[in-house]
């Protein structure tokens, strides 16, 4: 985009994506854009994995330390054994059930993460978001994104894609809006040890997971 253009507010029914948008956006996405794309959980700013200017813009929009990690968004299993060391038989099919879900796992990175992503961590976070349009998109283009989530000056997630415009303006490239969004994070659960931990429950059922007693 040119610099100094706001972002693009683009449209799209959460029910049935248009798939025109969706090509549209992936294009953005392809040539090292940051979008605002919606999940099964919240609003997440989001990049392609492969672009390192576009992962340092995100860093940058939300100050975050770079210890903070950025969770990947993929589109099948295959995709999560791509990025994600050490995922044992009992993981794989708790996964497999789950999936698309809002769940996060955390797992030893593989060489294929990229080094900007494990300044001082060796690990990441893997969502399979069950949102039509994250599903379409990640489809679309058959790699996966980094994501993280919004948030106001007070903690709080932003959810309305309309605030997240005005937050951010010129600084990203396009804004997906599928109207407001329940500010409710997905459940992490933390698998790199090899045992299960819990470290946040958030809108994925944990009893479904059948870890913990």
């Not at 919240?42 to 939300?62: F, H, M, N, S």
């Not at 500010?183 to 997971?209: C, N, W």
Request: glycine content about 8%.
């Amino acid at each position: 985009m040119p610099a100094g253009a706001d972002a693009v507010i683009v449209t799209i029914n959460p029910e049935e994506p248009e798939e025109w948008l969706i090509g549209q956006v992936a294009n953005v996405l392809r040539k090292g854009g940051v979008v605002v794309t919606p999940t099964d959980t919240v609003y997440g700013l989001t990049c392609c994995i492969d672009r390192p200017e576009a992962i340092q813009r995100v860093y940058a929009l939300k100050k975050m330390d770079p210890k903070k990690p950025l969770a990947i968004l993929v589109r099948d299993m295959a995709t999560v054994g791509r990025y994600a060391r050490g995922v044992s038989t009992p993981a794989f099919r708790v996964m497999r059930r789950v999936l698309p879900g809002p769940y996060t796992f955390i797992f030893e990175a593989s060489p294929e993460v990229p080094k900007i992503m494990l300044r001082k961590r060796r690990t990441i976070g893997i969502r399979m978001p069950d949102h039509p349009v994250a599903r379409m998109l990640l489809a679309g283009l058959d790699e996966p994104l980094l994501s993280t989530s919004i948030r106001n000056p007070d903690d709080d997630f932003v959810n309305d894609p309309l605030e997240i415009d005005a937050a951010y303006g010129n600084r990203i490239d396009v804004v997906i809006d599928c109207g407001p969004l329940l500010p409710i994070p997905s459940t992490v659960v933390d698998l790199s040890s090899g045992q299960p931990v819990l470290v946040r429950e958030g809108k994925g059922d944990v009893d479904a997971l059948e870890m913990f007693e």
